[in-house]
């Protein structure tokens, strides 16, 4: 029995590997001792032997050495108590079932020992017990011997047979007590021990017809061990007269595809005498092996059967001879002739001599193969009709006897079809007709005569911009009706028609696969579309191509924040808004201005108010950016105002951008003319970038104009009122009433007109501080600066 390993189960493969290498390179295997011996049949936990002693080591030493014990063949039949240092058995051994007739029975151990790594070489005897009987094979045995036996006869009888080995094996026979028998023990040079039965005097069936004999084998062992068997030895009669058959020879016919188990015929032999010496046995006398594997027969009704199928072709007839024995052991012989009749069992053969597997397309009339028909039937069993499928361009055509030719009718096409499967089929005219039928696979190899066609003519492919290089943008395919290398086709970028195209630098081509990359990022603000040709060409001789047109459209992407073209918010100095304390609501403070140079719904904008100093003072339309007063201004309110202001598009993510308006109250202007917000104005019109650049300066300009002629009108207005004038409202007949028209031809997409006078507030605050400088802001229209 083999050492638990470490209590753990088996090692894992990788290890044992390992330790195998260490095993050959490292470990110094000890010299075998004396083998331990060990009775068969031992209980379980019994000592085997003081391991650790008969090593040399200490009884602890094996526990920290990881001793363990390995058996040859893999089995845990012995245990190793690592702290004492004894060996154990597992279970009980049985030498029988580990050795079976082996003599001696010897288990092989090894001990394995770490640090350093040992192994030890040691042996087990498994000692024998006896505790097997012999046994009969039979547990009675018929023996019939004739009346007139001589004396001195022997009779074989069959062996017992004893498990143990050696002294506990088989040893001798011996038979009961009788005045005509004793038993004889036959050694055997393998060592077998067999009885044999000796007649020591003269029988007489008239005074003894029967004996019945107990045959004991006996063993070696200690107490000895013994089995025993019957034997019944009838006296036989002495018989004088032979069976003889009825009709000799026997003659029949049996078609050739009778069936098996099919009777053939049944004989019948008579013998003269009477009682057990008139019965009469039947079997097959002297028989070939041919015949016992076709034939057999019945030993007690003579009937002869088919034990397999007849071939005519093969054997034309048999000649059978069978033999009747009776009871007494006397016999007759006799003759069967059978004779085979001929069926049409044979189907047609071909045979071919010449074969073409391939032929090329394009060729003229050309030989694909050459074969032979026959049957090894005879008359109209024995002739053919040879064929093969009308709808093929092929031709059969008769040579030499029974030698055809298959030819082709003309030039094949491959692309039409690149394959025949062929079938010739060969029928005789028996009956029932037998047919073979030999399949021939044709294949029309390639002539490179098709050029590659591409799937389109034109290929449209979408690239979103700001592409990361070496994107797939699409793939161009072609086919060509070629195989082989023929149709092994090639892609390539063709020159560009528009010299100014960097093709090389904007897309590159798999020459094997046609997939088409971006080499690099596209900008749909500078590239909306670029078209180019590839080609395809195949690796025949000469080689052919075709070509395709690739159109590459540029997908807008949501890359550009809105842009305020009014007000400018990159000024030195903030950009304020006049604002009448008498504006009736609605009225229009300004206008936001943006572009943005995406294009789509990407360049959609929207307006909308995200602070204010006074909630609910104004309110901005979300379509074009208008600021307007949602209410009438109270005194209440503050005089300045800051409004923040987001313009933002419609693309995903939406891009933005902030605007910050400064607006001043102020009480002398007023805007009668301005029209009301409902009035339907005409909607912008989506224009280029450029046109809206030019839009914007024209309004900056006539924004600068108005400013101009205001600073003007208020610097006449200081010069003629007088100082002492009071801070209320000004008399109307003061200035003309004339109008400030401010066109559309601006940024603004409506006509606004404004009535200029000088404002209560300014001359107030010169009362104030006489010496205070008005300043008009450059930067924005109806804005000034005071110091």
Not at 605 to 614: G, H, I, P, V, Y
Request: aromatic share 8%; proline share 7%.
């Amino acid at each position: 029995m083999e050492k638990q390993e470490r209590q753990s189960g088996r090692i894992p493969p990788n290890r044992q590997v390992m330790a195998l290498i260490f095993m050959m390179l490292f470990v110094h295997v000890l010299s075998e001792t004396t083998p331990y011996s060990m009775l068969e049949e031992t209980d379980s936990g019994s000592l085997v032997a003081h391991l650790a002693k008969d090593l040399g080591l200490g009884s602890g030493e094996l526990a920290a050495r990881s001793a363990r014990v390995i058996s040859d063949d893999y089995k845990q039949r012995l245990l190793l108590d690592l702290e004492t240092g004894d060996l154990f058995l597992r279970e009980k051994l049985d030498r029988e079932e580990l050795c079976g007739p082996v003599e001696p029975c010897i288990l092989h151990f090894q001990v394995s020992l770490e640090r350093p790594v040992e192994f030890f070489q040691e042996q087990l005897l498994i000692q024998d017990i006896n505790d097997h009987s012999p046994e009969f094979p039979d547990g009675e045995v018929l023996l019939k011997i004739l009346e007139n036996s001589e004396p001195g006869t022997r009779f074989p009888l069959k062996s017992a047979q004893d498990l143990d080995v050696g002294s506990n094996g088989l040893q001798q026979y011996t038979i009961s007590p009788n005045s005509h028998f004793h038993v004889l023990t036959r050694n055997h040079s393998e060592g077998k021990k067999s009885p044999e039965l000796v007649q020591d005097r003269a029988l007489d069936r008239e005074e003894q017809a029967e004996f019945s004999l107990t045959l004991t084998a006996w063993d070696g062992g200690s107490p000895p061990r013994s089995g025993t068997v019957l034997v019944r030895i009838l006296i036989m009669d002495v018989n004088d007269n032979a069976p003889e058959f009825v009709h000799t020879p026997y003659e029949v016919q049996v078609l050739e595809t009778s069936p098996p188990d099919s009777l053939v015929l049944t004989v019948l032999a008579q013998d003269a005498d009477a009682g057990y010496f008139g019965n009469v046995s039947y079997g097959l006398f002297q028989a070939s092996d041919e015949i016992q594997q076709t034939f057999s027969i019945n030993e007690a009704t003579g009937e002869i059967r088919l034990k397999k199928e007849l071939d005519f072709e093969k054997i034309k007839s048999y000649h059978v001879e069978i033999e009747a024995t009776d009871g007494g052991g006397l016999s007759g012989k006799g003759i069967v002739v059978v004779e085979v009749v001929d069926v049409n069992d044979n189907a047609p053969e071909l045979t071919i001599s010449s074969l073409t597997s391939s032929v090329p397309e394009n060729a003229p009339e050309t030989i694909l193969c050459i074969f032979r028909v026959g049957d090894r039937d005879s008359g109209e069993n024995g002739k053919i009709v040879c064929s093969i499928p009308d709808n093929l361009p092929f031709l059969l055509k008769p040579t030499f006897k029974n030698f055809y030719t298959l030819v082709t009718e003309g030039p094949l096409d491959r692309e039409s079809r690149a394959e025949y499967n062929i079938t010739i089929t060969v029928s005789d005219l028996g009956t029932p007709r037998l047919k073979t039928q030999h399949n021939i696979t044709l294949h029309v190899s390639d002539v490179n005569d098709n050029a590659p066609a591409f799937s389109q003519a034109s290929y449209t492919m979408y690239v979103p911009e700001n592409n990361s290089p070496a994107l797939h943008i699409g793939t161009v395919r072609a086919t060509d009706s070629d195989s082989g290398a023929n149709a092994q086709l090639t892609y390539s970028l063709l020159p560009p028609h528009d010299p100014h195209l960097a093709l090389a630098s904007l897309v590159s081509i798999n020459a094997d696969n046609g997939q088409l990359f971006a080499l690099r990022a596209l900008d749909y603000e500078a590239l909306q579309a670029f078209e180019f040709r590839v080609g395809a060409a195949d690796r025949g001789s000469p080689a052919l191509s075709s070509q395709a047109l690739v159109r590459v459209l540029v997908l807008d992407a949501n890359d550009n924040a809105p842009f305020v073209l009014y007000p400018l918010q990159n000024a030195s100095a903030p950009c304020t808004e006049l604002l009448p304390r008498a504006a009736e609501p609605g009225y229009l403070l300004t206008k936001v201005v943006a572009v943005d140079r995406d294009s789509g719904q990407n360049a959609w904008l929207s307006f909308q108010l995200l602070k204010a100093t006074e909630p609910g003072l104004f309110g901005v339309w979300p379509h074009n950016g208008e600021v307007r007063t949602a209410r009438l201004l109270s005194e209440r309110d503050a005089p300045r105002h800051r409004l923040l202001l987001l313009v933002k598009d419609n693309g995903e993510p939406p891009q933005s951008a902030s605007v910050t308006l400064h607006v001043l109250l102020v009480d002398g202007f007023s805007q009668p003319y301005l029209p009301p917000p409902e009035v339907a104005r005409q909607p912008a019109q989506p224009d280029a970038l450029t046109l809206y650049l030019v839009i914007a300066l024209a309004s900056v300009s006539s924004l600068f104009l108005f400013s101009l002629l205001l600073f003007v009108a208020l610097r006449l207005c200081r010069r003629t009122r007088p100082a002492s004038l009071p801070g209320g409202s000004v008399p109307e007949g003061r200035f003309p009433g004339h109008l400030l028209d401010v066109s559309g031809a601006g940024t603004l997409s409506h006509s606004y007109q404004y009535e200029v006078f000088l404002k209560p507030m300014v001359p107030n605050l010169l009362l104030q501080d006489p010496g205070r400088e008005v300043k008009e802001n450059p930067h924005c229209r109806n804005s000034f600066e005071f110091s």
